[in-house]
């Protein structure tokens, strides 16, 4: 079945570091793929969104490319801010609608 | 404000006790979703619904029981809890099977002890 698989955490990075998270995905068919973000204590919020291959979603400063080729959807961002630190998850939807999601990979950024 | 809301946000259960966790939405979505967390495994999906009247088990559904007698409203139940279902719950809701928009709850910590 379709399945997300994301980089073990939890990833500690200094203020204004560089960030990738990895995430690669199994489907079939064309999935739309999610970044969701979850604070402490809160529930997840979508982050960006990508619905075809080559598509480019961002928000906040996030970035992250659809690519088919190599089944991947990696987060990354260019600076890091304290205000980042959360848990991020990688997600698919497929034909069905439902969204399946990757373990989660925690993120600490240190002043 | 317009979203999905749960009820309770905490919960400490005698095993083998019994509960309804509530899911509300006020936008009129379709799809409504239960999902557990738990350390290193993500959110797995419990059981699901597609319209009111209807329900499907997911990926986890042992143990739960779910209705969706109104639209606005898919309720969650544990008819005799075990400590394997501690876990932080979510509902979620989206208007259309193309799954952007999914819109979460803000979730309920369950403890069965």
């Known amino acids: 079945g379709d399945s997300v698989t994301q980089m073990e955490g939890p990833v500690t990075l200094s203020e204004e570091a560089f960030l990738t998270i990895n995430c690669t995905y199994t489907?079939?068919?064309?999935?739309?793929l999610f970044w969701y973000v979850q604070y402490p204590g809160e529930g997840l919020q979508l982050l960006l969104k990508a619905t075809k291959a080559d598509d480019k979603g961002s928000n906040k400063g996030f970035e992250a490319t659809y690519r088919k080729e190599t089944t991947s959807f990696h987060l990354e961002k260019g600076s890091v801010q304290v205000s980042d630190s959360a848990v991020y998850f990688c997600?698919?939807?497929?034909?069905?609608?439902?969204?399946?999601f990757g373990q989660g990979t925690e993120l600490s950024v240190k002043p | 404000n317009a979203g999905v809301t749960q009820t309770p946000k905490f919960r400490v259960l005698k095993t083998g006790q019994s509960m309804t966790l509530l899911c509300a939405q006020d936008m009129n979505h379709e799809y409504m979703y239960w999902y557990r967390q738990d350390p290193g495994m993500g959110l797995r999906l419990i059981h699901y619904s597609v319209g009111e009247g209807t329900t499907a088990k997911g990926e986890v559904p042992d143990g739960y029981n779910v209705s969706r007698l109104k639209k606005q409203n898919f309720l969650l139940g544990l008819e005799s809890a075990a400590p394997s279902q501690t876990s932080v719950y979510f509902c979620?809701?989206?208007?259309?099977?193309?799954?952007?928009?999914?819109?979460f709850g803000s979730g309920t910590r369950l403890t069965v002890v």
């Open positions: 489907a079939t068919g064309y999935p739309s």
């Open positions: 997600a698919l939807t497929n034909q069905g609608g439902k969204l399946i």
């Open positions: 979620a809701s989206i208007a259309s099977v193309r799954g952007y928009g999914y819109t």
